[in-house]
């Protein structure tokens, strides 16, 4: 008989984003409980080991998480399986860096790093809006954090930009057409592109249509389109093809004319 929640993961049903190897073990850590989901996030001491390759072990992963030298979000992290997600910001002041968490053009995590000014905000999208107890407006964001007090005009699919410091809204963008955003999950997960319009479908999924720079259009499902900025100008700077996909063709092209 099963007794509570599974304490562990194999490493062969791991999500395929972590590029775990089959053969490195049996197991792989199972995340914790936190502001992402489980296959949608990469534990901490999987970032250090794997990613940045600043520890050789699990174990040396652990010991520098107990030297309290990790932030996520602002905050000192120590749990090793803590779960880092798309939009994180995780600073490590002893080498002055900072990464921001977001997805590259085949939907694993990038290590992305950015600069001191861009660490201090976040953008979350609003998953929620609700009035709580004794009329407090409130919305909830993608990151599970629970704003008080937001401006009025804050929708549901919208995005605020939360700064890190207070974590109060600095400014929102509205989820409309024109607008430049990200794809977060989904056959597209990690495309960015300019929104054209949004099929409504009551009762069912909404429908949204987006173009990237090269003109090629695509379609996914609303929950899975991140706004990342207004107009075709994004908040955030992006990864290194600025999440345009090409077609193997055309890496490969891309790749033979490098050689050249």
């Known amino acids: 008989m099963v007794r509570g929640p599974k304490k562990h993961l194999k490493r062969v049903n791991a999500p ?10 049996v197991f792989a850590p199972r995340p914790s409980c936190g502001p992402h989901k489980l296959r949608e996030c990469l534990p901490l001491s999987i970032f250090l ?6 520890a050789l072990t699990y174990d040396e992963a652990k010991r520098i998480l107990n030297q309290r030298l990790i932030k996520v979000d602002g905050k000192v992290r120590t749990d090793k399986t803590y779960p880092a997600g798309f939009m994180d910001v995780i600073t490590i002041e002893k080498t002055n860096e900072n990464f921001r968490i977001i997805y590259d053009v085949k939907g694993r995590f990038a290590i992305h790093r950015i600069t001191a000014e861009e660490a201090k905000y976040k953008l979350c999208k609003v998953k ?13 964001t993608s990151d599970g954090r629970t704003i008080r007090y937001p401006d009025p005009l804050i929708k549901v699919n919208d995005t605020v930009k939360v700064n890190i410091g207070n974590g109060k809204i600095d400014e929102f963008i509205k989820f409309d057409s024109g607008n ?8 597209n997960i990690g495309r960015v592109g300019l929104i054209t319009h949004r099929e409504r479908h009551p009762g069912s999924f909404d429908i949204v249509h987006i173009k990237d720079s090269l003109g090629h259009s695509f379609a996914t499902r609303l929950n899975n389109v991140f706004v990342i900025g207004k107009g075709n100008k994004p908040w955030i700077s992006l990864y290194k093809n600025k999440g345009v996909r090409l077609t193997i063709a055309e890496e490969r092209d891309r790749r033979i004319q490098a050689r050249v």
């Open 16 to 25: 395929k984003h972590w590029m775990l190897d089959k053969l490195g073990g």
């Open 49 to 54: 080991r794997n990613r940045l390759k600043y």
């Open 128 to 140: 929620k809006v609700l009035v709580g107890l004794k009329g407090v407006p409130s919305i909830v």
């Open 180 to 187: 430049v955003c990200m794809i977060t999950g989904g056959h």
